[in-house]
């Protein structure tokens, strides 16, 4: 199954959208390119928003009101005790999380017929990397048909802040994109919308199409690979058929899942 439109309403509540580009500019090491290309902004390639974009106007838009949750589950490794106070705090909180997940995901399957998490991950991880191609590159009508109002608004100033384009490149999938969220929000009797957060883990790599703007270690640094995890959240109006996903933004990574060199000591 091809994915419809990846389009949706783009910000979270804190700046957990941010764009390579502003970090670019201060890179003095490896350490500070891998923590800019972290921070790289959801994208897609041309091909790709032929396919998944449709036009500004065409199906009812709902302005942006927020992340329906930011909960992931622990791995149990990382839970506490089960018997001592917080464990019991935390197997409730897991459990009336588990039921929303598993109500959000029948909705969706109500709304979507054949929908499948695994399959959407995948598509999501391919609109992820054709968005940041686009915003690589600077194209604002890619990002435009992709991309949430707050979202786009974002990139585009990040864009027009920059002194260059750059060219990104994704050169591996460390471990295949998961789909680790999915929630649900009525907003009337008609009206139903549906959030994603699909993990992506890969190694990435972006190089400046001018090295003016940079000294030749920094430069020299921006062109290594560096593994780059990201919690992308799409969103649509699943009760629209004709409505497209978009990407939202982005979910802040717990600090379990970074990637060991990107953890605070």
């Not at 909705?107 to 998490?117: I, N």
């Not at 929630?183 to 890969?202: F, K, N, P, W």
């Not at 990407?247 to 379990?256: N, R, S």
């Amino acid at each position: 199954m091809a994915i419809v439109g990846l389009r949706a309403s783009g910000s979270l509540r804190r700046p957990m959208l941010q764009s390579m580009t502003s970090t670019f500019y201060k890179c003095q090491s490896s350490v500070i390119a891998r923590q800019a290309l972290q921070r790289t902004a959801l994208p897609a390639s041309a091909s790709l928003v032929r396919s998944y974009s449709q036009p500004r106007g065409q199906h009812f838009v709902v302005s942006e009101f927020g992340l329906f949750s930011d909960f992931v589950p622990q791995p149990w490794s990382k839970r506490p005790f089960l018997l001592s106070k917080a464990g019991l705090v935390d197997a409730k909180t897991h459990i009336v999380e588990r039921a929303r997940e598993i109500f959000s995901l029948l909705s969706v399957k109500y709304y979507l017929a054949g929908w499948k998490s695994a399959e959407f991950a995948a598509e999501a991880e391919e609109l992820y990397g054709a968005m940041n191609e686009a915003f690589a590159q600077g194209d604002l009508k890619a990002l435009d048909s992709i991309c949430m109002t707050t979202m786009f608004a974002n990139l585009k100033a990040e864009i027009k802040r920059r002194k260059t384009n750059f060219e990104w490149r994704k050169i591996s999938t460390v471990t295949p994109p998961k789909t680790v969220q999915i929630r649900l929000g009525r907003l009337t009797s008609e009206v139903s919308v549906a959030q994603v957060v699909v993990r992506i883990d890969q190694q990435q790599a972006a190089v400046p199409l001018s090295r003016k703007s940079f000294n030749s270690a920094a430069a020299a640094a921006l062109g290594k690979p560096v593994r780059v995890v990201e919690y992308v959240v799409l969103q649509r109006i699943v009760s629209d058929k004709n409505s497209p996903w978009a990407i939202y933004g982005k979910m802040k990574v717990p600090e379990w899942d970074l990637p060991s060199d990107n953890k605070s000591n």
